[in-house]
């Protein structure tokens, strides 16, 4: 019993003899008019003077993204509901409409991806690049021509598997129009 009460001991007094020397060191807390002097110092400074004034069009107003809603498409099946873009779905066998934004309340909302696992047997999908969704790059009829043989849903996506939206193609008098306006537009000087 002595012998727990003197490495008791000992250890105390090597814990007191390690302890930090150094007591904590208190400050005054700023008052009021110390906060409002040093308000003054930075505003007369001003900060916010080094920086020009925007000119322009107000950007948050210019290019406004309009509503998901009512730029998407309902896919609805089964209980479970995706979105699409509009004009992503590129046909729609008439089997298939009813399922077509037909949304219903309580249907769970899942991701593109995780639906089109779900319902890989009546949804194909075309792979398209950018050039054929800006419609500069006509799709191929005769893939559209060997899906519609199937009768699937057929949805437009890019290459990592995420549906797009695909223009319309261009009619021949907007394709001259379009030529006509680039070539009356002055071309840039290029050393």
């Given at each position: 019993?002595?012998?727990?009460i ?8 090597q ?8 007591k ?12 409002t ?7 007369a400074?001003?900060?916010?003077r ?5 000119t322009?069009?107000?950007a ?7 509503n998901?809603l009512?730029?998407?498409e ?5 209980g479970s ?5 509009k ?12 399922r077509?934004?037909n949304?219903?309340?309580g249907?769970?909302v899942?991701?593109w991806?995780d ?17 054929q969704?800006?419609?500069e ?6 893939l ?8 699937h ?7 990592n598997?995420?549906p ?5 193609p ?10 006509e ?11």
């Open positions: 019993m002595k012998r727990h003197f490495i008791l001991a000992l250890l105390v007094s814990l007191h003899g390690q302890a930090d020397p150094k904590p060191v208190f400050r005054d807390a700023a008052t009021n008019e110390t906060l002097k040093t308000y003054k110092e930075v505003s400074k001003g900060p916010m080094k920086f020009k004034e925007a322009g069009e107000d948050s107003v210019k290019n406004k993204v309009g998901l009512d730029n998407s309902f896919i609805t099946f089964n509901t995706t979105l699409v873009p004009n992503a779905l590129l046909q729609i066998p008439e089997k298939y409409k009813t077509i934004n949304h219903k309340p249907s769970k899942l991701s991806l639906f089109y696992t779900l319902n890989r047997g009546w949804i194909s999908t075309v792979e398209v690049d950018l050039s969704a800006k419609a790059k006509p799709i191929s009829p005769e559209l021509d060997t899906l519609s043989k199937k009768g849903l057929v949805v437009a996506v890019l290459r598997g995420g797009i939206s695909v223009r319309p261009k009619v021949e008098a907007e394709v001259k129009t379009e030529a306006t680039n070539a009356s537009k002055p071309k840039p000087n290029t050393p």
